[in-house]
Every structure is written in C-alpha cells, then in structure tokens.
C-alpha cells in the first residue's frame, strides 16, 4: 500500500474519530446540571472536533517522513491505535462527561454505546480501520440524527 492511500485512509479515519467523538475541556462540561439539547450539541461538537484534530495530528506526525512500504501490518497497528484509537476514547470519555438534556438520556446512551462498539471493533481489527469506517455506521447515524455532525466519522 503506498504513502498516497495511506495518508487519504487516514484522513478518513481522523475525519470519523473527529466527527464522532470530541474532546473538550473537562471544567467545562462537567457540570451534574442537565445541559439544553443546543448547549450539549454545542460541547459535544466541540469535542469531537477537537478529538479529531488531535488524531489528524498524531497521525500526521507518526507517518512524517514515511515512504511506500515502510509500515508492516504492526505498524500500522500501532498508527491506528495512536493516532486514531487513543483519540477516540478520549472523545467518547468526553461525551460521557457531559449531562445530557432532561428527556434526551436515552438518545445520547445510545450514541455513546455505538461510540463505544465502534471503537472495541476498530480495537480488534486495527486494519480494517484504514479501509472502511463501516465500525462507525451505527454511532454516524444516530450522531447525525442528533446533530453532532462533529462526531460523525
């Protein structure tokens, strides 16, 4: 696999993890207040913008310099689960940090929980993250339904 579709991958994992999940900064968003359905879209986009802008930059530095060939399958183990995995939990802690909308706890469960099965398959098949973000189909639809575009990956 050259560096071209090693990098375009990447980058549509970075977009996922950052779509998906988000980090934001912890004094603001843990509060045990119920947030409004627009202040929780608000930080929880937040997040995931974030989250994924640490995962384009971890990626980015972690393959600098890389040439066609020079990651072996641990390799690129090891650049998912750095660049992209770590990221992602970090997005989905962030999320769960946040008190969801009275009424609304339900719905957010449900998307940390797909959050949550995304990440455990991108965790047990670490490959299969640089071709396909199907790991992610659940958690994408219910955070665009939500209106967490940041969060979709």
């Known amino acids: 696999m050259g560096k071209g579709a090693i990098v375009a991958i990447a980058a549509v994992l970075v977009a996922m993890i950052l779509v998906v999940s988000g980090c934001g900064s912890d004094s603001d968003t843990s509060s045990d207040a119920p947030l409004t359905r627009a202040e929780f879209q608000k930080q929880a986009n937040e997040i995931c913008k974030t989250g994924h802008q640490e995962a384009e930059a971890s990626f980015e530095e972690a393959s600098q310099g890389s040439k066609p ?58 490959l299969s993250g640089l071709t396909s973000v199907s790991m992610f189909k659940e958690a994408n639809k219910l955070n665009a339904k939500y209106g967490l575009e940041s969060c979709i990956v």
Not at 80 to 85: G, S
Not at 91 to 104: F, I, K, T, Y
Not at 112 to 122: C, F, V, Y
């Open 69 to 126: 060939g020079d990651f072996d399958d641990a390799a690129k183990e090891d650049l998912v689960t750095e660049a992209f995995v770590d990221p992602y939990s970090e997005m989905v802690e962030g999320l769960q940090d946040l008190s969801p909308p009275a009424g609304d706890e339900q719905e957010v469960e449900a998307i940390i929980a797909a959050m949550e099965k995304g990440l455990e398959r991108l965790e047990d098949d670490p």
